[in-house]
C-alpha cells in the first residue's frame, strides 16, 4: 500500500464516527486539490508537515502542541487548515495573538489570501466580514483575539482553540486567571473540541511552549545519514565549517563522523524523514498518542528539517544557518543575537546565565599605557560622555569607540553641590573640551548623556541650555526587561529633551563586555593614565564599575531578564552609572563609522602632514577626585 493510501485509510479511521459529518476527502488530498501557492502552484505539505496536518483535526486527540524553528511553515499550516474546517467540518475556531493587533494583522496577510485563492472556499457564502470576525453560511466561523483582551476572551465559544505564539503571552492573570489557560476553557461543553499550541520557545525555565511540549508524547523528526543509513535525531550543532568560512558548511554524522552537504541532507530528509515520540516508536499519520499522555501530541523541529518550498530553487540552506551564527557571533550583542538563533533556529530554549567572571583585579591589571590628554588612541574615530549627579559632586566618564573597540578617556569628578551655580558651570567647561587625534583632528563627545533622576528640575534645565552639544537628559525606566533606549520626549515641566532607558539591559551589556570568558567583537581598553595626580582608572573606579550585582527577573511579557541591584555595603556604583549612559549615547547615535572617519579626516585637513597641527587643550583645574578614595 503506498504511503498516500496507508495515510488516508488512518484519517478516514480517525475521523469516523467522531465528527457530525465525515469529510469527502482527507486533509492533505483536499488541501492539495483545493489549495493554491502565492504563485498558483498546487499546495503541496513539505515532509515533515504531512503527519502533523493528520493530528490537528483528529477528534481522537485533544491537543497537537508544536514547537518548531521559524520559517517551518506552521503558521501556513494552519491557515490552510483552517480552510479546510470551514468547507468540510463546519467548525468555530477562536485564534489567539499575543495581542490583538497580531490577530488582525494574520486575519489580513496570511488567512484571507489563502481562502480567497480556494475556488472552493472563495465560493462558501459569508455573512460576517469583520476584521477579526469571519462567518460562513454552512455555520463556520473564526474569531481572532489578543491575550490582551480579556473581555473578548470570556465570550467566545469555540470547537478549536489556537494559540499562536505563546512564549509572546504575558504572564500575568486575567481575572479568570492564566491568560492562555482561559483561552483554552472556551472549547468546553462543544461536541468537537481541539487546542493548538504553537510557538518557538524563548528562555529556560520561562518557555510556555516548553511547558505545553513537556505534557506531549515528544515526537521529535528523524531522518537517515545518507554515508552509514543511521536514523538520528540531527540538531543544528552538527553543522560544521571551517572559522569564518560559512559557505564551506556541511553536516557531520554524529554516528559515523561523515560529512555531506545541504542536497545530500535535504533529500535524506524527503525521502527518510520521520517522527519518533520520547518513547522511540515512529509516529505516523493515524497514530494515537499513548493513554498516558492524555491525548496530547507534541511535535519539536528545528531547522535540520527544513527543505524549502521549492528544492529546485532553493539555496544552501546550510550555508545559510551557518552565516547566521557567525553574523551572530560578530554582532554588537552576540549574547542576545545567540538567544534568537537558539529560538528560531534551533527550537529550543536559552539558558540565561548571569554569572559574571569580571573582577577588579582583573581589569585594573590588563589596564593599557596610553595618554589621552596627550594623543588618543588611533582606533579612536568618535567620543560619548555620561555623567552621574551625587549630591557632592558629578561623576563624568568620557570614552571612545572605534570599529572593534572602546576606550576609556577619562573619568573625573566635579566637586561642588547639585544646587551650586558653580558645579554646573564647571561641567559646562568640561562640556567644551576637546582631545587630539593622531591625525590632528581635535575631537569633542559627540553626545553627552546625564542622569536626571536626581534633582530633575536642576539637570533638566542645565541639558535643554545645552541640547545643542549633544547633551541629554536620561533616566532609568523602573519596568523590568525595559529595551535599552526609549523615544526621545520632552518633559512638560523644563521643555528639556530626555529619554528613558533600559539600564538592566545596558548594564548587562557593560557587564558581557568585560566578561573574559564572553566572546564579543567589541574590545574594551583602560588606560594607566593620571590626572591631577588621580589615577582616572584606578581601584576606586573598577570597585564601582562592578559594584552590582547581576541577578535575574520575569519581565511582563514572561522573559527571563537581567536585573541588577546595587548591594549595601558594596562599593560606590557611579563609574558603572556613567559608562551606561555614555553607552547609551553611543547606542543612540546613528552615524557610521564611515562617515566618522569622514570627519577625522575633514577635521584634521585632509591628512596634510606640513599643516601644524593644535596641540591637545589642557585639563581644567579642580575637577580630578580627590586622592585616596571617594567623597
Known amino acids: 500500500m503506498s504511503n498516500r493510501a496507508e495515510y488516508s485509510r488512518h484519517l478516514l479511521e480517525a475521523w469516523h464516527g467522531g465528527l457530525r459529518a465525515e469529510p469527502r476527502l482527507p486533509f492533505e488530498q483536499w488541501a492539495e486539490s483545493h489549495i493554491r501557492n502565492a504563485d498558483g502552484t498546487p499546495f503541496v505539505f513539505r515532509p515533515f508537515q504531512i503527519t502533523p496536518a493528520a493530528d490537528l483535526l483528529n477528534p481522537r486527540i485533544a491537543s497537537v502542541t508544536l514547537r518548531m524553528y521559524s520559517g517551518a511553515g506552521k ?71 489578543g491575550a490582551n483582551s480579556a473581555g473578548r476572551i470570556r465570550t467566545l465559544e469555540v470547537d478549536v482553540a489556537d494559540a499562536d505564539e505563546i512564549d509572546a503571552i504575558t504572564s500575568e492573570a486575567t481575572d479568570e486567571g492564566d491568560k492562555l489557560a482561559a483561552f483554552l476553557r472556551r472549547t468546553r461543553g462543544r461536541k468537537r473540541q481541539h487546542h493548538w499550541l504553537a510557538s518557538y520557545p524563548s528562555i529556560k525555565g520561562g518557555s510556555k511552549i516548553d511547558a505545553a ?51 545530500e541532507r535535504r533529500e535524506s530528509c524527503e525521502q527518510t524523514g520521520h517522527f519518533r515520540n520520547r518513547d522511540g516508536e515512529r509516529v505516523g499519520p493515524g497514530d494515537l498518542p499513548d493513554e498516558k499522555y492524555g491525548g496530547r501530541r507534541g511535535y519539536h523541529l528545528n531547522c535540520m528539517a527544513h527543505v524549502g518550498d521549492h528544492a529546485d530553487k532553493f539555496p544552501d540552506y546550510l550555508v545559510e544557518v551557518a552565516a547566521s551564527s557567525d553574523a551572530a557571533d560578530a554582532s554588537e550583542n552576540p549574547k542576545k543575537a545567540r538567544r534568537v538563533l537558539i529560538n528560531t533556529l534551533w527550537a529550543e530554549s536559552y539558558e540565561e546565565e548571569f554569572d559574571s567572571k569580571a573582577d577588579p583585579e582583573g581589569l585594573l591589571a590588563d589596564r593599557e599605557d596610553y595618554d589621552p590628554a596627550d594623543q588618543l588612541p588611533e582606533e579612536v574615530t568618535r567620543l560619548w560622555g555620561g555623567a ?110 530626555r529619554m528613558t532607558l533600559g539600564v538592566s539591559e545596558l548594564k548587562d551589556q557593560i557587564y558581557d563586555l568585560l566578561d573574559p570568558e564572553v566572546e564579543t567583537p567589541t574590545t574594551v581598553h583602560f588606560t594607566t593614565a593620571h590626572e591631577d595626580g588621580v589615577e582616572m582608572f584606578g581601584p576606586e573606579f573598577f570597585d564601582g564599575l562592578l559594584a552590582e550585582e547581576r541577578d535575574s527577573k520575569r519581565s511582563r511579557d514572561g522573559r527571563v531578564v537581567a536585573h541588577f541591584i546595587h548591594p549595601e555595603g558594596a562599593p560606590r556604583n557611579e563609574p558603572l552609572d556613567c559608562l551606561t549612559y555614555a553607552l547609551a549615547s553611543f547606542k543612540s547615535d546613528k552615524m557610521t563609522e564611515e562617515r566618522a572617519a569622514s570627519e577625522i579626516e575633514r577635521l584634521s585637513g585632509g591628512g596634510d602632514s606640513d599643516k601644524p597641527k593644535p596641540r591637545p587643550q589642557p585639563p581644567i583645574t579642580g575637577m580630578g577626585r580627590q586622592a585616596g578614595g571617594w567623597l
Not at 495573538?97 to 486575519?107: C, H, V
Not at 540538531?235 to 571551517?242: L, S, T
Not at 576637546?434 to 534633582?455: E, V, Y
Open 213 to 263: 511540549f513537556d505534557q506531549t508524547d515528544g515526537c521529535v523528526w528523524f531522518f537517515d545519514c545518507p554515508k552509514c543509513n543511521q536514523a538520528q535525531a540531527w540538531h543544528p550543532k552538527h553543522i560544521v565549517w571551517p572559522a569564518g568560512q560559512s559557505h564551506l558548511a556541511q553536516v557531520e554524522c554524529p554516528s559515523c563522523a561523515a560529512t555531506f552537504g545541504d542536497l
Open 388 to 497: 552621574d549627579v551625587n549630591g557632592k559632586f558629578i561623576a563624568i566618564i568620557v570614552i571612545g569607540t572605534g570599529p572593534s573597540g572602546i576606550w576609556g578617556i577619562n573619568y573625573t569628578e566635579i566637586q561642588g553641590r547639585w544646587d551650586s551655580p558653580k558645579t554646573w558651570v564647571a561641567l559646562s567647561k568640561f562640556l567644551r573640551r576637546r582631545w587630539q587625534h593622531p591625525s590632528g583632528a581635535m575631537l569633542k563627545m559627540r553626545k553627552f548623556f546625564i542622569d536626571s533622576r536626581f534633582q530633575k528640575n536642576t539637570v533638566q534645565t542645565w541639558t535643554r541650555q545645552n541640547q545643542s552639544k549633544g547633551v541629554m537628559a536620561v533616566m532609568g525606566s523602573p519596568q523590568i526587561g525595559a529595551p535599552a533606549l526609549d523615544k526621545i520626549r520632552i518633559d512638560a515641566a523644563t521643555g528639556a529633551k
Open 75 to 145: 503558521t501556513y499550516l494552519f491557515a490552510v487548515a483552517y480552510a479546510f474546517a470551514i468547507e468540510q467540518l463546519k467548525l468555530k475556531i477562536g485564534k489567539m495573538f499575543p495581542a490583538e493587533s497580531l490577530s488582525a494583522d494574520w486575519f489580513f496577510k496570511k488567512l484571507m489570501p489563502i481562502l480567497n485563492e480556494s475556488p472552493i472556499v472563495s465560493a462558501l457564502p459569508m455573512i460576517k466580514d469583520n476584521a477579526l470576525f469571519k462567518a460562513w453560511e454552512n455555520g463556520a466561523e473564526i474569531t481572532g483575539v
